[in-house]
């Protein structure tokens, strides 16, 4: 059967794409993901100096824009992108939300451009350009770029190094290991919730966790929003806004096309033919549009929740719909967000040594199930290139335009795969 058809069903799947989990479990598995992007979706907007109750409510709304965009065929989650920070906290200080807004939305209307380019000329081009010894790669780059992103939540306590911080994120990471190897169906698939819950009562315990937030917040607050004409009045077109942030989205889209790879692999099917790539970058798009005229940061597809489904093999797209509802309907709760804000650094890094390290080895995996030769020169120079320059993150800097690691070794990986001969002359 073709694995696009609804009517397939991935035999490693614990809930495929189109099954309902059970009413009891479908919140606890839900909430799961939410917990796991929190962190990154909230830190955002604290860093640029926007309101994170916005950024999980635009999350929330953008997923379900994304859903609804790809016909319900992709499970991906739609959170706030660090891509864009360093443009947006200038512009706070210059235009204020005014030029991030108006940045925010041509970065969604620059991916609803390449969107129909890509539904015109189709989307044949990309098994030509991203064959698996180029997707395989970028798979291991997406885990391991932001594997000293979770060491950090995990060793430091602000600028140094703290041997309880690093104790708690083992903690947390053992129990959640251990939690999924031993436990037996459904507590088995929450084992990431479990293990956080387990990190964050030992990090309560040991005192490392504030609630003077929780307790000044009210229990129902409604998010600033920033609406435009109605929370601001514009004074004119930030070209320097839309400049700064345009070119940005096209490293986005690069890891966009990413995570969607390892979705593929993950869920045994091929989402750039069905529902279409034109549908994932439309999706995308939208998403940034709507957080820009909420009050917003961009948004892009969030690789920690790749992970949980890598994890527990759970790919209901019904359980990322109850995730972006409860992160819409938290936006309001005041309490609730900012309790969950309390979760500590190295919780979040011991849950994330798992997460990014199971979609690195997602990409090892393609090259195995894909049986790649690394005895051919050609194979071996076209992985290279892209693991240093994507691990290190040797990225393209003209002017305040940067072009991430990922980027410019999906670009480069790319070009080695076009431009490189068969075989080696001394191979032949």
């Known amino acids: 059967m073709d694995t696009n058809d609804k ?14 989990p059970p009413l009891a479990t479908w919140p606890l598995l839900s909430l799961q993901h939410l917990f796991s992007m929190f962190g990154a979706t909230v830190l955002v907007p604290l860093l640029v100096g926007l309101d994170p ?14 859903i609804l965009i790809t016909k319900g065929r992709i499970p991906a989650y739609m959170s706030s992108s660090f891509s864009f920070i360093v443009p947006s906290v200038a512009l706070m200080k210059t235009a204020g939300y005014a030029g991030v807004a108006q940045g925010t939305i041509a970065v969604g209307l620059v991916y609803l451009v390449v969107a129909t380019i890509v539904g015109i000329a189709g989307s044949g081009w990309i098994d030509r350009a991203l064959p698996p010894i180029v997707v395989g790669p970028i798979v291991i780059v997406i885990g391991l770029s932001v594997a000293s992103s979770a060491a950090d939540n995990a060793m430091m306590n602000g600028k140094h190094y703290d041997l309880t911080y690093f104790g708690v994120a083992i903690f947390t990471l053992l129990v959640t290991v251990l939690f999924n190897m031993y436990l037996k169906g459904f507590w088995s698939n929450i084992a990431i919730l479990l293990g956080i819950v387990c990190g964050y009562v030992l990090s309560v315990a040991l005192g490392i966790v504030d609630f003077s937030k929780v307790i000044s917040t009210p229990w129902l607050k409604l998010p600033a929003f920033e609406f435009p004409y109605i929370s601001y009045t514009p004074k004119k077109i930030y070209w320097d806004a839309i400049l700064s942030f345009a070119p940005i989205a096209f490293v986005t889209m690069a890891e966009h096309l990413g995570h969607i790879m390892v979705l593929d692999e993950l869920t045994h099917r091929n989402f750039f033919k069905n529902p279409g790539l034109h549908r994932t970058l439309a999706g995308d798009g939208t998403a940034s549009i709507f957080a820009g005229l909420v009050g917003g940061p961009p948004i892009t597809s969030y690789g920690e929740n790749i992970g949980v489904m890598a994890v527990n093999k759970i790919f209901s797209v019904y359980v990322i719909i109850g995730a972006a509802v409860f992160a819409a309907l938290f936006g309001f709760v005041g309490k609730l967000s900012a309790l969950i804000q309390t979760i500590p650094g ?66 480069m990986g790319i070009l080695l795969n076009l431009i490189l001969p068969r075989e080696a002359l001394s191979e032949e």
């Not at 009517?7 to 495929?16: G, M, T």
């Not at 979040?348 to 894909?370: E, K, M, P, Q, T």
């Open 7 to 20: 009517h397939y069903r991935n035999p490693e799947a614990v809930l495929d794409l189109y099954e309902r």
């Open 53 to 66: 109750s916005i950024a999980l409510f635009s999350s929330g709304i953008g997923t379900i824009l994304h």
């Open 346 to 411: 190295p919780v979040i890094g011991g849950i994330s040594f798992i997460l990014f390290g199971v979609i690195a080895s997602s990409g090892l995996r393609i090259l195995v199930d894909n049986k790649v030769d690394f005895n051919r020169k050609r194979n071996l120079m076209i992985a290279s290139v892209i693991l240093v320059i994507g691990i290190g993150n040797a990225y393209l800097q003209i002017g305040s335009f940067q072009f991430t690691g990922i980027g410019v070794a999906t670009v």
